[in-house]
């Protein structure tokens, strides 16, 4: 029934795509050849091979060149307005290069002359920001160290890039899965299934769509990569562009862009534990002269889960139309759309109150059958971008999300005796909740001569509100004793289904901020950054308790804000060669903690946590681009957070905030970063990363501040391309390894009547260090069509991905799975 529903999906699907790619398909034939629209183009006089990545960018156009050609090539720029095949020929002027048009855009040649030989394309120089169709684990630029896309080697700070090949080849479906997959971070799944990304000790809260301004992810939204070309990850503090947040870092998601050529994907997938999925992406030009692009995708999912019971179904929809208006302007607008209907086991395994692992079989399910979570996110988006004056121009991005979850749960308290099972209380949760995150982020970007030389500046204001908002039922027979957790079932719990709110939350987080940096060109090998953002945050919170009629009995409205906060960044680069560049840099966040105040009573507001990220690195740029090398030492001070203040009774100072604190945290955070990306050598993809971190409360006692950072982590994934008759087969695999993690603290007993008791236990429990080896194999069935298999988890490793609290927090990883895929490109 579940494959039967999977292929409806797919065919109003195809039917209702196919209608419009008979449209696509003779645009795309009757396309204007490249070279005939005039733009504006600004590019400074530099190596030829960053003058055609750049002119590629603005232009639109791809361009093939031979590495052995342009290497150490110096281009004189060009600036004005002209059409592409003038501006190619300005670009190449006194290189003894020249353009020849081809169908999908220009190949770069030598001059005729005597005694030289004509050289083949080999490399494809593409659009900026986009990662498809490349084949590589790598790619020149990105866009989260800024508001433009920059050389990985002129970014400052340690970014990795995971790209749509890489994302493909290891079966990426989810963010999670692609942070799973990123260098240097650790997934801790909290309850309610959120999860949270730890990078360098501190949490990532800050992520990016497209460059813009920073977005709150809702309810743990996981997103599905269908809609994107690549991810992006900036470790460190990232107040510049992100604003109020931890230290950890910045995640940038990029949508796909509608391509200047016809082009269809369409696939289909089966796994273990009864997994199905389709995706049919189309992407094209709707016009003869390409100037209005689309692309859609469709996707249907329909999965069990590795423990009992429990099922997912998952529809989405992506849509994008991008159109240059003018020679000058381009715009895109889109919606996308995601629908989960999933069973739910959101709290998790508990454990013994001494901390010990119940050692429950990895299928076990502790929630009911008609436990489940049905979510629904539907995102606008925009973008447009005025190209102003030489090559000065101005970005606007605004992006609104409204989201919904109704769940229905159980979730546990209290700890396990290990003599008898029992000690554990059952309750249900039901509540329903809505979010609505706005963002809106305008830029300008462009340079100016000084000194002789060309200095880039960017500046730009962002706003941003997030609303989330949740009504919550309280069953009447909540909080029942299980009498022994290893013959539980929650089914032997009956508990009311009707849905009667008997208390409404709702938050309203504002937060809006002036930035600035400037890039100067001090000499030939020699770049300095300054910038400095100006933010303001406001947040108010609102508790009510509601009596069965839904009327307010009580309500209470906590209200904070942080006003001019500057977070100043600083930085340095040098290029050692045409290889190598050395950079140093000092970036900061902040993270408001106005609730918390200082004494004496009634108190004022403790200024912001301060996160300073300072780091040194080395940057590699090798064989012509086709791989990236970066290796970086840094450390982390987050200051000033709260601690009580025991000189002062502990109180309640109205408006929900409450006395009395000291600044007096002091979190340290040290280590290590190495990574290795892209073709190491002729059909070898590869992507290899090892990273060190030490984190500490100065102030505490022994210990790690956030001991869910492993102290090492190594991640390495590659395929090949095999050679001579086997070149149809492309094989693959790769290894995770981790160090112990663990989690502390003391917890209070429960009586027989479900209340805390008075008397309390410490616990410690570790999840040992291991590693995952995982498979990867492809065969190219026909010049359109290939199949992958993927098997994770190899060798069936039983361990915990995450482990919370006593009574509940702790999730097994995925036992060994495969998934085939059948993919078809068109």
Known sequence: ?????????????????????????????????????????????????????????????????????????QSPGVDGVMTVKDGLAALLRGTGLEALPERDGFRLVRVPAPAVTQLNAVTVVGRAGATENTGSFTTSSATVGGKTAQALREVPQSVSVITRQEIEDRHLVSLNDVMSATPGIAIFQGAMLSSNYLSRGFAIGNMRVDGGASVYRSFGADDDMAFYDHVEV????????????????????????????????????????????????????????????????????????FYQVAHSRRTLGYGILEADLTSDTTAYIGASYQKRDSSYQGYGLPRYATGEDLKLPRDTYLSGADDKAVKTIVNVFGHVTQRLWGDWSANLDINQENSRQDRFDHYFSGAIDPLTGGGLFDAASDQNERFKNTSIDLSANGSFGL?????????????????????????????????????????DYPRSTDFIPMWYQATDIRQSGLYGSLRMHLADPVHVIVGGRLSRY???????????????QTSSVTKYQDNNVVTPYVAATFDLNETWTTYASVAETFKSQANSLQGPAPGSPLDPVTGRNYEIGLKGEHLDGKLHSAFAIYQIERKNAAVRDTAYPASNAGNGNTCCFLPNGNIVSKGFDAELSGELAPGVQLTASYNYNQNRDRNAT????????????????????????????????????????????????????????????????????YAIWNAFAEYQISDNWAAQLNVNNLFDKTYYSTVGYLDYGNFYGAPRNAALTIRGRF
């Open 1 to 73: 029934m579940a494959f039967t529903r999977a292929a409806t999906h797919t065919l109003l699907a195809s039917v209702l795509l196919g209608a419009i790619i008979p449209t696509l398909s003779t645009s795309a034939r009757a396309q204007a050849a490249p070279g005939e629209q005039r733009r504006a183009y600004r590019i400074d006089a530099g190596g030829l091979n960053a003058a055609l990545l750049s002119f590629g960018a603005q232009a639109g156009v791809l361009i093939a060149s031979d590495p052995a050609v342009t290497s150490g090539v």
């Open 234 to 305: 900036l470790r460190g503090a990232d107040g510049l562009f992100g604003g109020a947040n931890e230290a950890g870092g910045t995640i940038n998601l990029v949508r796909k862009k509608p391509t200047p050529e016809l082009q269809i994907i369409a696939q289909a997938q089966v796994g273990s534990w009864n997994y199905k999925r389709t995706d049919l992406d189309v992407s094209g030009p709707l016009t003869e002269n390409g100037k209005l692009r689309a692309r859609g995708v469709l996707a249907y999912e329909d999965k069990d889960f």
């Open 451 to 491: 000194w002789g030389r060309r200095h880039q500046v960017v500046v730009g204001a962002s706003w941003e509100r997030f609303r989330p908002n949740s009504y919550g039922a309280k069953p009447s027979n909540r909080g029942q004793a299980v009498d022994d957790i290893f013959t539980f079932d929650p089914d």
């Open 538 to 552: 406001d947040y108010t919170f609102t508790n009510q308790n509601l009596n069965a009629a839904g009327a307010v």
């Open 702 to 769: 022994g210990g790690s501040y956030q001991p869910l950072t492993p102290k090492h982590m190594a991640k390495i994934f590659a395929t090949y391309q095999l050679p001579g008759d086997l070149h149809r087969w492309k094989l693959g695999g790769g290894v995770s390894i981790q160090s112990a993690t663990y989690v502390s603290g003391s917890a209070f007993l429960r009586n027989a009547d479900g209340s805390l008791s008075k008397q309390s236990t410490p616990y410690k429990f570790t999840q040992p260090g």
